[in-house]
């Protein structure tokens, strides 16, 4: 078996009717015990088909941290539209690099014993481009190994993307200190007279309107209202940075957006690609946006174990907490049957979930709830393979980096 996402989209969308789909789940799942996490071919092919349509043309590099399954990677890669990956750890980095070749490693990176593995390898220096904000970055590298006596590495520049907003301060992820096009491409022209380095791109991830709901039922006229205006701060901005560093290096690529934000950065004229990872999967996180609706493509279910009370079932498993702050959101959320809720002292237990709700009643030990996780990615790091299920078919079984013995983060 292999995952092909390129063979004929389901003509309906069968999670519309929850009853169904997961109740098509559970049949094909049926002869695996235990906690098993799935994904839904129908659904992750139309997720990523859904994420090209809002890409407009703008090609997509695949987050894998939202991911972490090689062979989901692979096949979203070979649909038109993706080009490219955006690694998260440059062990990972050079790990994909055996079979990729254009691999963007959307962080900054401290790991010696990878940058020395990076340097010694000629093949993956020219696949791999190193993610930098501070010179710093750059001195860690040369004091590993000196210009002369490795290949040449490639970097980027990632340049902050947030928000100063009049009178409100930060609004956004904290991450590069550069944030005028003059700190910019300060650092670029430092970086093109450094022997031994390559500017090849730029990256602004405006995670204020990519990794931001606007209609998650709190608080979203404010929201919508911020990320109107941080969007067209950041059009100008951006702009401005990328005619800047145009002067200085000629850029293979300027990377922005994600998931949550692919309509409004594709329209940005300076960006090149977009990023995207989040939707394929579709952590339940990415649930309340305006501009789209992913399925359920990722869900784990979980097995009663004891019912402590008539009106309560308790599941063996369900503390895989997202990260980020501990509130109620990062928590995994119980999707089938429906309106089950965790006990208020107890949460999503670490090893036992006990739930609440009119069809905790009806649950017996043996029977299966189903939970989708806060994030795409991290379920990833519970298990060490999804099963494939196609309609009600279990069809295969797809290895996640846990599963293939890799814990990068
Ligand atoms: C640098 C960068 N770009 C893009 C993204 C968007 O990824 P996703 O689509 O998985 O939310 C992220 C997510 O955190 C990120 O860190």
Redesign the pocket.
Known sequence: MSLDLLSSPAATKPWDDPASYWGAMTHALADVSGPVAAINADALRYNALDLVVRAGGVPIRV?S??VRVREVLDAVLALPGYRGI?A?TLPEALWLAATHDDIVL??PTADRGALAALTTDEAAASRITLMVDDLAQLDLVDAIAAPGSRPEIRVAI?ADASWRAPGLGHIG?L?SPLHEAAEVASLARAIARRPGFRLVGL?M?E?QI??QGDATGSGDAVIRWMQRRSGAELLDRRGAIVAALRDIAALDFV?G????SLELTASDQAVTEL?????LLAGHL?DGYRAFDPAPAAAFALEVVRKPAADVATVLGGGWIASGPAVESRQPRAVWPPDLRTAPREGSGEVQTPLRGAAARRLRVGDRVWFRHAK??ELAERVERYHLVEGERLVGELATYRGEGKAFL
């Open positions: 987050a941290k939202s955006l998260f959307g962080y990632d992820v991450r990256m991830y995670a990519a990794g990377n957006g994600g998931t949550g990023t995207a990872g989040s939707g990415f795409s990615g």
